[in-house]
């Protein structure tokens, strides 16, 4: 099992930026692929970006690419997003996500409970 905390949200205006965090727990935290996931009222869940084991690779979604970075620190067990220039239409619960597999999934295994941020125009 692996447990995930997010935290990090909150109300920002537009312009601005937050740093999200995640911290993991319960099994080697190297092991797993992190994803972020947001989902905005009435909307469906959308990736984020994710970030392989050793953080060579990150992948963004176009909606985000340019303003937001996906770090992690594995000795701290925590995974980072660091939101810039942020948007209205950013406004979701900001979710991170993991998994061992090797290949880059749509679900995720692991899920933390989620963070609100709120974007005001």
């Known amino acids: 099992q692996v447990q995930l905390v997010e935290s990090g949200g909150g109300l920002v205006q537009a312009g601005g930026s937050l740093r999200l965090s995640c911290a993991a727990s319960g099994r080697t935290f190297s092991d797993y692929t992190m994803y972020w996931f947001r989902q905005a009222p009435g909307k469906e869940r959308e990736i984020v970006g994710w970030i392989s084991r050793s953080a060579v690779t990150t992948y963004y979604a176009d909606s985000v690419k340019g303003r937001f970075t996906i770090s992690r620190d594995n000795a701290k067990n925590t995974v980072y997003l660091q939101m810039n220039s942020l948007k209205p239409e950013d406004t979701a619960v900001y979710y991170c996500?993991?998994?061992?597999?090797?290949?880059?999934?749509?679900?995720?295994?692991?899920w933390g409970q989620g963070t609100q941020v709120t974007v005001s125009s």
């Open positions: 996500a993991a998994d061992s597999l090797y290949q880059v999934t749509s679900t995720p295994r692991y």
